[in-house]
Nanobody, 121 residues
Framework: QVQLVESGGGLVQPGGSLRLSCAAS????????MSWYRQAPGKVRELVAS????????RYTDSVKGRFTISRDDAKNTVYLQMNSLKPEDTAVYYC??????????????WGQGTQVTVSS
């Protein structure tokens, strides 16, 4: 019954913006750290951004700092990724991930199916 459903992807021109959403259900959203990952063809999945909790700390991979913003609305069980000044190298399938830290060394994660973001002229 756990679901993470990404939306908001699509085709955008370089310099444009997209806002990805990930709607969660089937688990206690507020207990989970939320992250966005992306994976381009032939490349490993990389962590793009994460947010620990509502009002909590955020982190970004260097390549998106200053351009992307992760946020969450626990009342709506939704995490967002605002992507501005998009570049062709941002093209990838973007996945949201919900992670529950069970212990200092172990966590449990839920993954969405991904949404395609294509940045092209």
């Amino acid at each position: 019954q756990v679901q993470l459903v990404e939306s908001g992807g699509g085709l955008v021109q370089p310099g444009g913006s997209l806002r990805l959403s990930c709607a969660a259900s089937g688990f206690t959203f507020s207990s989970y750290a939320m992250s966005w990952y992306r994976q381009a063809p032939g490349k490993v999945r990389e962590l793009v951004a994460s947010i620990v909790s509502a009002g909590g700390s955020t982190r970004y991979t260097d390549s998106v700092k200053g351009r992307f913003t992760i946020s969450r609305d626990d009342a709506k069980n939704t995490v967002y990724l605002q992507m501005n000044s998009l570049k062709p190298e941002d093209t990838a399938v973007y996945y949201c991930c919900a992670r529950l830290q069970m212990t200092a060394v172990a966590s449990y994660a839920h993954w969405g199916q991904g949404t395609q973001v294509t940045v092209s002229s």
